[in-house]
């Protein structure tokens, strides 16, 4: 059974930083596009923060410049490296897995929450 486990969030103050880390095991880790999304409350799920069975990276422009993605396929886990943290970021960040080399079969993870507040 494939599970993704997150960790890493909590409370921080704006303008601090925080590590998201996302392992998982039952897959070929570096066969997946790996992925972090989050959702706020009222929102829509939100893309944040892409990286490829390549290494290539994309993210959306809300985060762009502070968050960073990066993956140590030795250890089968996924990092999100979050920096300059505004109110606005506080959510439920989830880690995906999807397989890059056909379309549908993909996981996800449980969910750590983070949230930014004085």
């Known amino acids: 059974q494939v599970q993704l486990v997150e960790s890493g969030g909590g409370l921080v103050q704006p303008g601090g930083s925080l590590r998201l880390s996302c392992t998982t095991s039952?897959?070929?880790?570096?066969?997946?596009?790996m992925a972090w999304y989050r959702q706020a409350p009222g929102k829509q799920h939100e893309l944040v923060a892409h990286i490829t069975s390549r290494d290539s990276t994309t993210y959306p422009d809300s985060v762009k410049g502070r968050f960073t993605i990066s993956r140590d396929n030795g250890k089968n886990t996924v990092y999100l490296q979050m920096n300059s943290l505004k109110p606005e970021d506080t959510a439920v960040y989830y880690c995906n897995a999807a397989y890059a080399f056909a379309s549908g079969e993909n996981y996800w993870g449980q969910g750590t929450q983070v949230t930014v507040s004085s």
């Open positions: 039952a897959i070929i880790f570096s066969m997946y596009d």
